[in-house]
Every structure is written in C-alpha cells, then in structure tokens.
C-alpha cells in the first residue's frame, strides 16, 4: 500500500515551453503533497507543499509562478514548469502524506526533466 | 531553523562488513527522525523511522538506527552489508509538533553514497 507514481518518468522540452508533472497516489487519499527538487549528487530541497483544495505554500527562493502546483484532488497534484530554461533541469521528486499521518511521507520515482 | 548533517559523503566497504551511516540534527523540539535510500534515477524508500518510544529501531532490509537524545544523532547500523545495498542513504528530520505551514515538512541531509567492493 501507499503507493505514489509520476508522469512523466522524464522529459525533455525546448527552452521556453512549459512542463507538466503529475503525482498521484495510487491507493490512498494525499491530504498533503510535497513537491522537492534534486540537483544532480544533491540532496533534495523543498519547492512547495500542497494541501487539498488550496493554494500551496512555496518554500523561500521558489518563484511561484514558475512552478505553478495545483492539488485540484485528494490523489492528484501537479507541478507545472513555466517558460523552461536549461537551468531549470533538475530531478523533481513529489511526496504525499495522509490525513493524520501527516509526519510519513510516501515519495515517487521522481521526473527527470531537462531542457534543451 | 531545524537542520540535519551527514558528516560521511562517500563510504566503501567489502561485502559482509558491518557498516554505520552517521547523521546529526539540529532541532529544538522532540524530532521525528527518517532513514530513506535512493537507487540511482529513483525516488526515495523509508528504511526506518523513529517518532518515539525504544530509541533502537529496526527497519527493512537488516537495517537498524539508534536515536541517542545527548548526541543529536540517529545514526544507521548495518551488520552485514550485501552488493544491493550499495545506493544514496538520507537521514531527515520531521516536525513532532508540526502545524500550519510547517505541516509535515521534512529536511534532509547531504545524503552518503554507499559503494560495496565484492
């Protein structure tokens, strides 16, 4: 159980377009779904988290409306990157926790994005 | 601001050896504390956790971690290390008191790669 996937596994855009990442949690109801970002050997940085139904709260240095997140359902969230550019390749890894397991977070296979 | 250190960035052992990955946090209130390991181009998968109650605890894959209140530390023990676990180990901290925008929000360290020689 607990089982959290994302689509797409990778990705490749030009720069300049914009990128859709999904992150789904495939039996269980994701009251909150975090959204991180890894730098290749790096450790992982929290970009937002999103609770359902709202608006997500971005960590310090996240420009919101580059990485837009919509948590529009209680097993859907996605992350959309805005206008790309190379620097924005990355590896994103997405979590999700449930209503009063707020402390244990399930992760995706992450998305590699790179933009060209 | 809470914070967690990985002091090792790379560690080799031979298969069969004993091995400990070493984390220290920083945190001014009752952690919640997390091993995950990452295979390379995958997410993250929970070893063990700690939230309370026996400061030793055991998690899959042989693995366990000791949460040692006077040293700040929730070290990960080992002791008998297969190929397979060759990977990236990450120590996190959570938020025992978590709430309003701080609500399950978990920082991680440096992480250690782990290579295993046959």
């Known amino acids: 159980g607990a089982v959290v996937s994302q689509h797409p596994s990778r990705v490749i855009c030009k720069s300049g377009t914009s990128v859709k990442i999904e992150c789904r949690s495939l039996d269980f109801q994701a009251t909150t779904m975090f959204w991180y970002r890894q730098f290749p050997k790096q450790s992982l940085m929290l970009m937002a988290t999103s609770n359902e139904g709202s608006k997500a709260t971005y960590e310090q240095g996240v420009e919101k409306d580059k990485f ?10 996605t992350l959309t990157v805005t206008s790309a550019h190379p620097e924005d390749s990355s590896f994103y890894i997405c979590s999700a926790s449930r209503a009063g397991h707020y402390n244990e977070q399930f992760f995706g296979p992450g998305t590699r994005l790179t933009v060209l | 601001a809470q914070s967690v ?19 220290n946090y920083s945190y001014g209130a009752t952690p919640y504390l997390f091993w995950y390991v990452q295979s390379p181009g995958q997410g993250l998968q929970l070893l063990l956790k700690y939230f309370s109650g026996d400061t030793l605890v055991q998690g899959i894959k042989g693995f366990e971690a000791e949460f040692k209140r006077s040293q700040s530390s929730f070290n990960l023990r080992k002791p008998s290390v297969h190929w397979s676990d060759a990977a990236e180990y990450f120590c996190a901290v959570g938020d025992a008191n ?3 925008t701080s609500y399950g929000k978990l920082t991680f360290g440096q992480g250690t790669i782990l290579t295993v020689h046959p």
């Open chain 1, 68 to 77: 837009l997140i919509n948590h529009a359902s209680l097993t859907l969230s």
């Open chain 2, 5 to 23: 250190t990985q002091p090792d960035i790379h560690i080799t052992v031979s298969e069969g050896a004993s091995l400990e990955l070493r984390c």
């Open chain 2, 98 to 100: 978590a709430g309003g």
